[in-house]
């Protein structure tokens, strides 16, 4: 008889991080760890998911029929283009599985959004990270070299996590339109409703004459949908069918799609949330820039501060007073939460400050 053994797993996996989110708060700590919205979600949407829970122990809809209509009417955009997904990270993954496997690369900036390279190495894919300029920057031109004729898909964060910088129409459409038109363009806008710089470009607007540029959202930021786990992906046809063909089968629960359908229809009362957030960054960034610290214009519901071998020491300041940010290896993320925890986190960074 043999020893015993495990199943055998792939060895890609050993050389795989565990996705790591935002630590969770104590029960009387801000959590400004992981980009979520702090505004619970209005009456009328926890109306309708309520209202969802009584059909529970049915399937949902697969294909999302009334959110995808929904979406496909504020958007102007034929339903046929929209493929929904369990969390924006969910359609991401599924990206990666319609456009690459073993061999093939997936370009992005680094540091950005850390679920990059984990879903590229997840599908066997290999991650091709492009550093961020020392500004935080995507840097385009290094992205448009990287590409090799491996590369099957580009991610483009706008704004950047965890910098929240942006990238500028012309420049951004230039490299779209330098990209082979075989390897596709995901620009995931996550945070994009908290943009007030107009020289943003909506990725809409960007793939409509684009057959090979997607653009991915969420409901789980400025929409405050963040436990529901809904995104989506507006793309052209052979790309959002190869989505609908990629997705974990009813990865979006009745739940979410209705939360979500109500959330559309509540837009105005979220985007009014979604300005006093962004008066509130206004008042996190002025302070920090007051206080002495040099960071990126944050066009996204955080902020950055670029601390170096610092960052576990600062993070864990902050933990002891309150509130939970964070750490990265090249700095630290503040999510713009409550004022009463902005103001804790600003109170850490001041005295911090002082001792740098
Ligand atoms: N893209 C970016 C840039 C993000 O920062 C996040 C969440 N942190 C996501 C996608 C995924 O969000 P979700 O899966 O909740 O839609």
Same mark, same amino acid.
């Given at each position: 008889m043999t020893a015993a053994q495990g199943p055998r797993l792939r060895p890609t996996l050993d050389g795989i991080p565990t996705y790591k989110p935002g630590k969770p708060a104590g029960a009387d700590a801000y959590k400004l *760890? *992981? !980009?979520? !919205?702090?505004y619970e979600p209005l009456p009328g949407v926890l109306e309708a998911a309520v209202a969802a829970a009584g059909k529970l122990n049915r399937y949902p809809d697969m294909a999302g029929t009334e959110l995808t209509a929904v979406l496909a009417e504020r958007f102007g955009v034929p339903a046929e283009h929209i493929a929904t997904g369990t969390g924006s990270v969910g359609v991401a993954q599924s990206l990666i599985l319609a456009t690459a496997g073993p061999g093939d690369e997936v370009v992005f900036a680094w540091r950005s959004f850390e679920a990059y390279p984990i879903i590229t190495q997840v599908a066997g894919a290999t991650p091709v990270p492009v550093p961020l300029t020392a500004g935080g920057d995507h840097d385009l031109d290094a992205m448009l070299a990287a590409v090799t004729e491996r590369t099957r898909l580009i991610f483009v964060c706008n704004p950047n996590n965890p910098t929240g910088n942006v990238i500028h129409r012309a420049e951004l459409e230039r490299f779209l339109d330098a990209v082979p038109s075989d390897v596709l363009i995901v620009v995931d806008e996550a945070y994009i409703e908290f943009i007030r710089d107009p020289e943003v470009p909506n990725g809409v607007d960007l793939y409509r004459d684009r057959p090979n540029v997607c653009v991915l959202r969420t409901f789980s930021k400025a929409y405050g949908l963040a436990g529901m786990r809904v995104g989506f992906a507006i793309a052209h046809e052979p790309v959002a069918n190869a989505l609908r063909k990629t997705a974990v089968p009813f990865g979006v629960t009745q739940l979410a799609q209705d939360a979500a359908v109500a959330s559309l229809r509540a837009e105005d009362a979220l985007m009014v949330r979604v300005d006093a957030l962004v008066e509130e960054r206004t008042r996190v960034v002025t302070a920090l820039r007051a206080q002495g610290w040099r960071i990126p214009d944050s066009q996204a519901n955080f902020v950055w501060l670029e601390l170096g071998e610092r960052s576990q020491e600062f993070a864990a300041a902050c933990a002891e007073a309150g509130v939970i940010v964070r750490p990265f290896p090249e700095g630290v993320r503040i999510s713009i939460g409550e004022v009463e925890g902005n103001s804790i986190f600003l109170s850490v960074a001041e005295a911090f400050r002082k001792e740098l």
């Amino acid at each position: 008889m043999t020893a015993a053994q495990g199943p055998r797993l792939r060895p890609t996996l050993d050389g795989i991080p565990t996705y790591k989110p935002g630590k969770p708060a104590g029960a009387d700590a801000y959590k400004l *760890s *992981s !980009n979520e !919205n702090p505004y619970e979600p209005l009456p009328g949407v926890l109306e309708a998911a309520v209202a969802a829970a009584g059909k529970l122990n049915r399937y949902p809809d697969m294909a999302g029929t009334e959110l995808t209509a929904v979406l496909a009417e504020r958007f102007g955009v034929p339903a046929e283009h929209i493929a929904t997904g369990t969390g924006s990270v969910g359609v991401a993954q599924s990206l990666i599985l319609a456009t690459a496997g073993p061999g093939d690369e997936v370009v992005f900036a680094w540091r950005s959004f850390e679920a990059y390279p984990i879903i590229t190495q997840v599908a066997g894919a290999t991650p091709v990270p492009v550093p961020l300029t020392a500004g935080g920057d995507h840097d385009l031109d290094a992205m448009l070299a990287a590409v090799t004729e491996r590369t099957r898909l580009i991610f483009v964060c706008n704004p950047n996590n965890p910098t929240g910088n942006v990238i500028h129409r012309a420049e951004l459409e230039r490299f779209l339109d330098a990209v082979p038109s075989d390897v596709l363009i995901v620009v995931d806008e996550a945070y994009i409703e908290f943009i007030r710089d107009p020289e943003v470009p909506n990725g809409v607007d960007l793939y409509r004459d684009r057959p090979n540029v997607c653009v991915l959202r969420t409901f789980s930021k400025a929409y405050g949908l963040a436990g529901m786990r809904v995104g989506f992906a507006i793309a052209h046809e052979p790309v959002a069918n190869a989505l609908r063909k990629t997705a974990v089968p009813f990865g979006v629960t009745q739940l979410a799609q209705d939360a979500a359908v109500a959330s559309l229809r509540a837009e105005d009362a979220l985007m009014v949330r979604v300005d006093a957030l962004v008066e509130e960054r206004t008042r996190v960034v002025t302070a920090l820039r007051a206080q002495g610290w040099r960071i990126p214009d944050s066009q996204a519901n955080f902020v950055w501060l670029e601390l170096g071998e610092r960052s576990q020491e600062f993070a864990a300041a902050c933990a002891e007073a309150g509130v939970i940010v964070r750490p990265f290896p090249e700095g630290v993320r503040i999510s713009i939460g409550e004022v009463e925890g902005n103001s804790i986190f600003l109170s850490v960074a001041e005295a911090f400050r002082k001792e740098l």
